[in-house]
């Protein structure tokens, strides 16, 4: 009578556990971009909130020189901090809101995502009266940089 085999053999599990390395070899370093990429945009998302308030002020007078007076919060998952310039004057509305990133492992921590408003005045008052326009600039890497951004990073 032959006897029946029961389990598996070395060199089987020997395989799997090959497949399984070679798996991870290439998942783990994917993922980690891809948590370093949505890092980054959910920076920018914290801070395209406040857009609106900083012209918002601006048009009514109100110099936003902190992260308060537009809504933003000390802190935030991604940011470890705003850094928020408006230097509006005769020449036109101009400002930038700052997030100075946290997180990623290491990958996108205390770098920065911001975004500067170029817009024309037209009265004397030095309000906007044309269409404001935000550019987004960071300087992590370009495989991270969020659409509709451009990169200082080399």
Not at 7 to 12: K, N, R, Y
Not at 20 to 38: C, E, M, Q, T
Not at 84 to 92: E, I, L, N, P, Q
Not at 127 to 141: G, H, M, P
Request: with cysteine; proline share 2%; hydrophobic share 40%.
């Amino acid at each position: 009578m032959k006897s029946m085999q029961k389990g598996f053999t070395l060199i089987e599990l020997m395989i799997v556990v090959a497949i399984i390395a070679i798996l991870a070899a290439i998942a783990i370093p994917a993922y980690s971009n891809y948590v370093a990429r949505s890092q980054v945009t959910a920076g920018l998302a914290d801070i395209q909130q406040a857009e609106g308030k900083w012209i918002d002020n601006n048009t009514n007078g109100i110099t936003s020189t902190t992260g308060t007076l537009i809504g933003l919060p000390a802190s935030t998952a991604q940011c470890h901090s705003f850094v928020v310039a408006d230097t509006s004057g005769t020449d036109g509305a101009v400002g930038s809101i700052e997030c100075n990133l946290k997180g990623a492992g290491g990958t996108v921590d205390g770098k920065h995502i911001t975004v500067a408003l170029n817009a024309e005045v037209t009265d004397a008052t030095g309000k906007i009266t044309t269409a404001a326009t935000w550019a987004c600039t960071t300087d992590v890497a370009q495989k991270f940089t969020p659409k509709g951004c451009t990169t200082s990073a080399q």
